[in-house]
């Protein structure tokens, strides 16, 4: 089968005037400007199966919503080679339109003074939606997202969770194949972000739709994406499953235990490195192939009521492995 | 993007269009309500009327001049550049460039669902209009009428296009906005929104003619109040459609160069 | 004092230094604020082409009346719209409680918090507009005349100020008022013309209610040596009650916000 999403050596460069600060720098940029080229994205090569979803991580300015922009043609590359869903995205054809959708969660395409119902509406005759195939489709978006009443009151009445459960709404009303979500949970509280994520979940699953999302929201990814790529300046720097990820980047385990009576925190030296010690609980981190031998001793040695065993929290892997190809970066430019 | 897309999808957006425009009947009396020019004007020269007419202008064709200015700006006016600026500045041009309809089409409809809105001032002023002037100031010939709805969809057509223009701008330059400004101080001067065409010296005249403006109002004005027959009417509207070709490859080209630089950097 | 004096300053060194990023906006707002006299200028040629005066005034009179309308119209797009706009924008997004919590006056901060330098274009066109027009009157102004004028000056920018206030306090009762910012606009425009060529409501309105006549008619009339001393005192006192009331209803606003915010 042909990948839905084949992107390869995409490069895109951007142009930008250096502003210094000051009266008197600002007087000379009158006259004289300086620019310099930045590097959006960098030579990235990746591609996404039909009915995949991909996560996008990357520290702010990676080039994630740069690569995203490209991939729904909103931005021409500076050098190489795009298809999505077979079509060349910067060729804009109504049918590549009519099969993707974006959605930002730092901007909206509902109609702020009109119900969401408008902006539906609007939408059904832009993709040119049969009425039926629209009536359809939105029952089923509304079930999903329990709507409800939400539809027929302005936008601007809205809470920011009801308002982005709306611009989803809006944004699949033509049931496309590819979905580009741009941080679809900014700003918004754990338990609507969980309903965002679940219905993500659920129209990628009932349509088979691709999907590759950025979040700064690690549960996100870790709720929806079994595959991960992330980019740092532009370039991969890491392409493949979330779990290998966190394993290859921290191949310790946390495991946390607690006791019957407060803990001591020297008495556990030697059973790997103490994260941290509170009242009755203390965390351990150990080597993953340790792991098992570790336990059974600690459970010889200690009255333990309760046991649990994780993997680093994704955040710290993130943040691991974007400090570990910065000193590379620095090592490399010295 | 197909003709025939385009045109399935026109009623649904005329729809919802008008919606949108309904919901913002606020902004838009305040909106007429900034577009007073022509009664201030009528103020000035009437005060210079008072003692004697000037040229063909008495106080009674004044009023009647300027009260049809009033209506063409009404019906006419465009105001594609600030929104395109708008929505370039706040990403909104993104949302329109992923959907299957060409943007500019969608511009269109929304300012043709507006007229309703401008239809509901410009009715009234035009019967207060003929209660003051009386009907026999206006043409009796229905072709001269014929000729006028063609000239109110040039003049139409004209602002929408240079709006359009001036708003691909904003994909290079961020005050865009300014240079509609210009274009403003110019349209003030040289389209009879001000003062009827005619009673500038004949020279400069000349140069009016040339120009843009007098086609973007004053020539429906002119119609309307009875300063040309057939022929006179047919020559001027034919010019006034010159300069919608014109306009309409200039927007064109600023549409396709502002889109190429949008796709190169983004918004 | 001193504490105002300096946060002054530094709002417009900021204003400035923005400016100085967007250095076609010199270039295109001196050739506005020309265009935007000369669009005053041609219908008075035109109109003063027919007649020697008009509603008691002659083309060179008139243009005085002009001058001062585009020293003031430089100044409220200059200094009073552009901050008052953010104003507006603040009530909209709910940001003016960051103003709010800072100890300095409200007023003083809003009021200050932008400025469009390159505005300051429209005082060269209007210094042309004045010496033209006294050329064509034949005689310049005298001493006392120009005292009157000046002091008539600082009133009409304080009373355009108050007027502006009044109109952004609306922001705090209406949802939305930018369009306010135009319709503003649109009725400062008639300042253009002297108003003795309103008549009858509108003469009232533009002297009493919206106080065109003193802006740009009076301080004209005062170069002329045309204006009473009664008149003069009068303007002054009307313009100072205007800033008070205004004054008290940016409170009054700034006490609803807060209130009703809470």
Not at chain 1, 32 to 37: I, L, P, V
Not at chain 1, 80 to 90: A, D, I, N
Not at chain 1, 273 to 298: C, D, F, H, M, Y
Not at chain 2, 19 to 38: D, Q
Request: one cysteine or more; proline letters at 5%.
């Amino acid at each position: 089968m042909l990948p839905m999403i084949s992107v390869s050596d995409l490069h895109k460069h951007y142009r930008v005037h250096n502003r210094p600060p000051g009266v008197m720098a600002a007087l000379k940029s009158l006259v004289h400007r300086d620019y310099k080229e930045v590097r959006a994205v960098d030579g990235i090569t990746f591609s996404v199966e039909p009915g995949e979803r991909v996560g996008f991580l990357g520290p702010n300015g990676a080039g994630k919503t740069t690569t995203l922009k490209v991939l729904s043609g909103l931005l021409h590359p500076t050098r190489g080679q795009v298809r999505v869903g077979g079509f060349t995205p910067k060729d804009r054809r109504d049918a590549f339109l009519s099969t993707i959708t974006l959605v930002m969660g730092q901007k909206q395409q509902l109609m702020w003074d009109l119900p969401p119902s408008e902006t539906f509406e609007l939408n059904r005759g832009i993709y040119d939606i049969s009425r039926s195939r629209f009536n359809e489709t939105i029952a089923e978006l509304s079930s999903w997202l329990e709507l409800g009443s939400l539809v027929s009151k302005p936008t601007r009445q809205l809470s920011l969770g009801e308002r982005m459960k709306c611009e989803l709404a809006a944004a699949l009303i033509h049931r496309p194949s590819v979905l580009f979500l741009d941080e679809p949970t900014i700003g918004l509280d754990v338990s609507m972000q969980s309903t965002i994520r679940a219905f993500i979940k659920q129209y990628n699953e009932r349509y088979g739709a691709t999907l590759i999302l950025t979040s700064h929201y690690m549960d996100d990814v870790t709720a929806l994406c079994p595959r991960v790529v992330v980019v740092d300046r532009g370039k991969l720097s890491y392409d493949g499953g979330l779990e290998e990820l966190v394993t290859r980047i921290r191949p310790e385990k946390r495991v946390m235990l607690r006791l019957d009576r407060d803990v001591d925190a020297s008495a556990w030296e030697g059973f790997g490195k103490v994260v941290s010690t509170e009242g009755r609980s203390v965390v351990l981190q150990v080597p993953n192939e340790q792991a098992s031998a570790i336990i059974t001793r600690a459970l010889d040695a200690f009255p333990v009521e309760d046991l649990t065993i994780e993997n680093a929290p994704l955040e710290e892997v993130m943040s691991e492995l974007f400090s570990r190809s910065r000193a590379a970066a620095e090592e490399g430019d010295t | 993007m197909s003709l025939r897309n385009t045109v399935r999808a026109m009623p649904v957006i005329l729809k919802v269009s008008f919606s949108e425009a309904l919901a913002y009947r606020a902004e838009f009396m305040i909106w007429v309500l900034t577009t007073t020019m022509p009664l201030i004007m009528l103020a000035l020269w009437s005060a210079v009327a008072s003692e004697a007419p000037v040229g063909r202008f008495g106080q009674t064709q004044f009023t009647a001049y300027f009260l049809s200015t009033f209506i063409v700006r009404q019906l006419t006016s465009s105001w594609a550049a600030w929104q395109m600026n708008y929505e370039v500045r706040h990403g909104v041009m993104s949302m329109r460039l992923l959907k299957p309809i060409h943007p500019l089409w969608s511009y269109a409809a929304e300012h043709w669902a507006a007229l309703p809105m401008r239809l509901v001032v410009a009715i009234p002023m035009a019967a207060i209009a003929l209660a003051v002037v009386g009907a026999r100031q206006l043409p009796s010939d229905p072709a001269i009428w014929g000729i006028w709805c063609a000239s109110m969809a040039g003049a139409w057509l004209i602002g929408f296009l240079t709006g359009v223009t001036v708003g691909c701008l904003s994909f290079h330059l961020e005050s865009s906005v300014k240079v509609m400004d210009v274009w403003f101080a110019l349209f003030f001067m040289a389209s009879g929104y001000l003062f009827p065409i005619v009673l500038l010296p004949s020279a400069i005249r000349h140069v009016v003619d040339w120009l843009p403006f007098r086609y973007q109002l004053g020539l429906p004005v002119e119609i309307m109040t009875g300063a040309y027959d057939r022929a006179g009417a047919l020559w001027m509207v034919a010019r006034q459609w010159g300069f919608v070709l014109l306009l309409l490859g200039l927007a064109t080209i600023a549409w396709r160069t502002g889109i190429k630089r949008f796709e190169a950097y983004g918004g | 004092m001193l504490r105002y004096a300096t946060l002054l300053y530094v709002q417009i060194r900021a204003s400035l230094l923005l400016a100085l990023q967007y250095r076609w906006d010199f270039v295109i707002d001196g050739a506005i604020s020309v265009l935007w006299a000369v669009t005053a200028l041609v219908p008075l040629t035109v109109a003063f082409g027919e007649r020697a005066s008009i509603a008691g005034w002659t083309f060179g009179e008139a243009l005085l009346v002009l001058g001062w309308f585009t020293l003031l119209q430089g100044i409220l797009e200059g200094a009073i719209n552009p901050s008052l706009v953010g104003v507006v924008e603040h009530i909209r997004r709910g940001t003016l409680d960051f103003v709010l919590i800072k100890p300095a006056d409200s007023q003083f901060l809003v009021s200050t918090a932008r400025f469009l330098p390159w505005r300051a274009t429209n005082a060269v066109t209007a210094a042309a507009v004045f010496v033209y027009a006294f050329r064509r009157i034949g005689h310049g102004p005298s001493i006392q005349g120009v005292a009157a004028a000046l002091v008539l000056f600082a009133t009409a920018v304080l009373l355009l100020y108050s007027l502006w206030i009044l109109t952004v306090s609306a922001a705090f009762y209406v949802v939305k008022v930018d369009n306010l910012t135009y319709l503003f606009g649109a009725v400062f425009d008639a300042a253009r013309w002297p108003s003795s060529i309103f008549k009858g409501a509108l003469r009232l309105v533009f002297t009493f209610v919206i106080p065109l006549a003193l802006m740009t008619t009076f301080p004209a009339q005062a170069l002329l040596d045309r204006l009473s001393l009664p008149t003069l005192a009068g303007a002054i006192a009307g313009a100072l009650l205007f800033a008070g009331a205004a004054r008290f209803v940016w409170l009054q606003s700034i006490r609803k916000y807060t209130s009703a915010s809470s």
